[in-house]
Structures are given as structure tokens and as C-alpha cells.
């Protein structure tokens, strides 16, 4: 079976610039999360997304959006990029959304680099 | 929020020798403590997970240790092979909220 997949693989952007990044999860997977994670550190919580609802928000500027398709695919966005958003972006997905569900198996992320 | 602290930041083992990362949560909520591992250019790969209602649990070479009372909980891999040398990162959660908070990783090399 696939795992999580993301795409791209790796960006390059200008300041001020807007970037999507998208994730498929596993399949019969109906959550998925996003997470941040700057080099040299632990993966920061950003979204979570359990049929097309937001179910958990980080500590993230309103900059940082996202969306879940009914396919369960999911896509974040960020608007005017600063350096500072550039990181590896996870996506991950959990079984359901339920409060018993726990286990989330990650992508191999999306690069982005702000310059 | 919940804070994750995890010691060391380095670890270099001889193959062979166990290594064991520690880690401590500071909510006395959290129920739910996975490990990853990270390779050099891919996405976390869950290893092993222990809940608040178990003290230990083991998978071959790997093990968890949760105490509740001190909040912390540990990775034990034994007879470590230098495959094994990657990042570590130990996370928590609890019920209801729906994100992990991750510690700040240990970066294990195991020496041939």
C-alpha cells in the first residue's frame, strides 16, 4: 500500500510570494495534519483536518491556511512567504478523527525554501 | 500547552551497545507517547507508541518506558546496529487534542 504522499518534493520562492503544498494520505485514512519543521528541530503542529473539517489549529499566523477535499487530500496554503517559513512541511494522516484515533504516519515532506 | 523536553541532543554508541533517550511532558493529561525516527531526508517514521495505561511495551529491539507519576518516558534500543543511526524524536498527546508536540529530537550514531 502507498503511503502518505506529498508534492512537491521541493520550492523555491521569493519573499512575499504565496505557496501551496499538497498531501495524499493513506488510503481509507480520513485525517490529516500538517506540521512545520525548521532544521535542526521537532515538527510544530500547524492543522488538522478531519472530513474537510478544521479539527486543530497550532500556533501559526493567519498567513497559513488549509482544506481538505472529499477525497480526503488535503492542501496548505501560506501567503506572503517570509524567510522564516523555510522548512520541511509534513503531512500526516491518522485513521480518523475521532478521540480514540492517535497514530499519525508521515509523509516524506515538502522542502520549501524562502529567499 | 504541553512542553516535551528530550536528553540527550547527542548520543554515539558502539554497535552492539543499547542506547536509551529520555524524554519529559509537562501536561498530566497527555495519554499518548509515540517515537519516531527520522531519517536524513525523509518524513518521521513511527517506531513505537505507549499509552498512560501501560508501563512498558517492547518490539524486538526496541522498547518504551512511561512512568506518569514523574512524567517521562524513555526509548531503549539494544544490540544497536549503525541502521539504526538516525534522529529520534519522542512526542505526547492527549484526548481531545488532536496534535503531537514533539521534543527537540536526539541524533543517535552508531559506530561499526
Known amino acids: 500500500d502507498a503511503g502518505v504522499t506529498q508534492s512537491p518534493t521541493h520550492l523555491i520562492k521569493t519573499r512575499g510570494q504565496h505557496v501551496t503544498l499538497r498531501c495524499s494520505p493513506i488510503s481509507g485514512h480520513k485525517s490529516v495534519s500538517w506540521y512545520q519543521q525548521v532544521l535542526g528541530q521537532g515538527p510544530q503542529f500547524i492543522f488538522q483536518y478531519y472530513e474537510k473539517e478544521e479539527r486543530g489549529r497550532g500556533n501559526f499566523p493567519d498567513r497559513f491556511s488549509a482544506r481538505q477535499f472529499p477525497n480526503y487530500s488535503s492542501e496548505l496554503n501560506v501567503n506572503a512567504l517570509l524567510l522564516g517559513d523555510s522548512a520541511l512541511y509534513l503531512c500526516a494522516s491518522t485513521t480518523s478523527g475521532g478521540l480514540s484515533s492517535y497514530e499519525q504516519y508521515f509523509g516524506p515532506g515538502t522542502r520549501l525554501t524562502v529567499t | 500547552g504541553e512542553n516535551v523536553e528530550q536528553h540527550p541532543s547527542t548520543l554515539s554508541v558502539q554497535e552492539g551497545d543499547s542506547a536509551v533517550i529520555k524524554c519529559t511532558y509537562s501536561d498530566s493529561a497527555s495519554n499518548y507517547f509515540p517515537w519516531y525516527k527520522q531519517e536524513l531526508g525523509k518524513g518521521p517514521q513511527l517506531i513505537i507508541d505507549i499509552r498512560s495505561n501501560v508501563g512498558e511495551k517492547k518490539d524486538q529491539r526496541i522498547a518504551v518506558t512511561l512512568n506518569k507519576t514523574a512524567k517521562h518516558f524513555s526509548l531503549h534500543i539494544t544490540e544497536t546496529q549503525p541502521e539504526d543511526s538516525a534522529v529520534y524524536f519522542c512526542?505526547?498527546?492527549?484526548?481531545?487534542?488532536?496534535?503531537?508536540?514533539f521534543g527537540s529530537g536526539t541524533r543517535l550514531q552508531v559506530q561499526p
Open positions: 512526542a505526547a498527546s492527549k484526548a481531545g487534542r488532536r496534535a503531537l508536540t
